[in-house]
């Protein structure tokens, strides 16, 4: 934004509802149920955030891309809001975290009958692991560079995979895996089970790149409506409408 536009955008601010002079480029990346093309307004991650943002008075256009160019884009200034994002401290380094919207437990598959354990990311070394090409899941996972990791485009591809027997363990959010399973291949529900102990319990947030114009109202406009929606019920309805 230029800085004349910037002037008086900022002045209009003062006199009125938050009012972005150009839309808010919002973009997730395909994650099912909380990003999609086919899923209803989006999935749960978009239809939350539009509509915080359009309540706060913003006008928002949307988009669903693979990870890698949503954070490349994001990094280069084109993209301007981030959906879908778990708490990484390397994506701090150009995006500023909102408050958060959801939780999610991340968990190992197993196929069903084996007796995997899993304890620390030590534990784990034994195994093979379908791991998404370009997925975060939890930092000292991630960053576990001595662990067989096997490297899958969906979660499906790495459930189908434990199930066959051609890796040992795969994992995701549980929200994520169902959901594959139920609408994918609800066979795999008696081939697989999840390992008991949780890799990590993740809150799912959105985020703004850093170097955002008015990056610093447009958060705070979006965690008071959050706040104003979780205390009015309306988070809790808008997120029944992606559970049934």
Excluded at 209 to 238: I, Q
Aim: with cysteine; proline share 5%; aromatic share 10%.
């Amino acid at each position: 934004m230029r800085p004349l536009l910037l002037a008086f955008a900022l002045l209009f601010g003062c006199l009125g509802p938050a009012r972005a002079e150009t839309p808010i480029r919002v973009v997730v990346d395909d994650w099912p149920p909380f990003g999609g093309e086919y899923l209803p307004n989006g999935g749960i991650s978009l239809d939350v955030i539009t509509t915080v943002l359009e309540r706060a008075g913003y006008d928002v256009t949307t988009e669903i891309l693979p990870f890698a160019r949503i954070l490349n884009g994001a990094q280069s200034g084109i993209y301007d809001v981030v959906g879908n994002l778990f708490l990484q401290e390397e994506l701090q380094a150009y995006l500023t975290y909102s408050d958060p919207f959801y939780e999610t437990e991340v968990r190992f598959v197993q196929q069903k009958g084996h007796d995997h354990v899993f304890t620390d990311v030590e534990s784990l070394r034994p195994y093979s692991i379908a791991v998404g090409e370009g997925y975060l899941y939890e930092e000292r996972f991630d960053s576990a560079d001595d662990l067989n990791k096997v490297v899958v485009t969906t979660t499906i591809q790495g459930v189908r995979m434990v199930a066959s027997g051609r890796v040992d363990l795969t994992l995701d959010s549980t929200d994520v895996i169902d959901y594959a399973i139920r609408t994918d291949d609800p066979g795999l529900a008696d081939q697989i089970e999840y390992l008991p102990t949780v890799l990590t319990a993740q809150r799912i947030h959105m985020a703004v790149r850093s170097d955002f114009p008015g990056r610093d109202k447009l958060l705070a406009d979006f965690n008071s409506v959050l706040a104003d929606m979780r205390a009015d019920g309306s988070l809790d309805r808008l997120l029944e409408k992606h559970r049934n």
